[in-house]
């Protein structure tokens, strides 16, 4: 169990680290292209933060044959991004901070979107396909779609000269990196649930969903310190949309491709995920209507998510 507990703790480090050194050459491919903010955001900065999920779950159902691992670590970082690192934002904020109306239409709305669709496809079927994997890829699109229409009515970008050979190997370096980390912390993470005596699917939703958050925190942490409250959900908000429609429908897909039979999916914990509807209207509710989130709404954020994962250790998993 110690053994186990190390290296997951190894890989979150590494994981981290990894994913400061890609998302700080990503950023810079971002302006090398002259990228518009909005734009960077919505692709660049969105696999810079969700890009240890996306393994996770590619992992979870090619190698582990489990890819009920990879929809729980997915639902437990959507809950962490939306009550964790709000709250956290909020505390470490400078002052109360403030967040646009356009953030909750845009990826406010997008996001449980995608967390019905996702509701709706477990409650439908449990062949997941490529039908079902363009699906979500296509509702991603007009996400970007969106973004990009946003991004050119509000913003200019401008080229910055960069070593775009320098950063693009930096990326498949860092990238390898978070890939090797993200395998181990599966491989870890399944071993841990057997030497607790608990299934695998709760340590995914809650360890693994911890480790592989930490770039978003890292992103919200460092916008919330700037008073930045709109980057700061967004980043959140828009992590999550990535990580349903882009980072479970690629492993199908990959899934497909080498065995040519649809992914088995049996997720029997569907009340996990109309618990995430509700937090994610608890944060609505939160910062609607030009409210401020204050460290007060950070407390009470913390005690929401407190008693999710409770619910889920003794009653749901």
Known sequence: MFVESAIIIACSFAIYHFGNAFAAASNRIGEHFALPKGVKGATLDAVSSSLPELMVALFAVIFFGSFDIGVA???????????????????????????GGHVLDRDGVFFFISLLLLTATLWYTSSWGVWIALLFLGVYAVYVQRFITHAKENTTAKHVKTSLSRDTLILLVTATGIAGASYFLVQQAISLAHALGVHPTLIAFTVIAAATS??????????????SGDDALSNALGSNTFNILVGLPIPILAYVLLTGQPVALVFANTEILFGLLAATLVLVLTVANGKDLTKRNGVFLLAVYAAFI?????FSL
């Open 73 to 99: 670590t997915i639902a437990g970082s959507a809950a962490f991004n939306l009550l964790i690192i709000p709250a956290a934002a909020a505390l470490v904020a400078p002052a109360a901070l403030r967040v």
């Open 214 to 227: 930490v770039p978003d925190m890292v992103v919200s942490l460092a916008n919330a310190r700037q008073g």
């Open 310 to 314: 409770i619910y889920v250790f003794f």
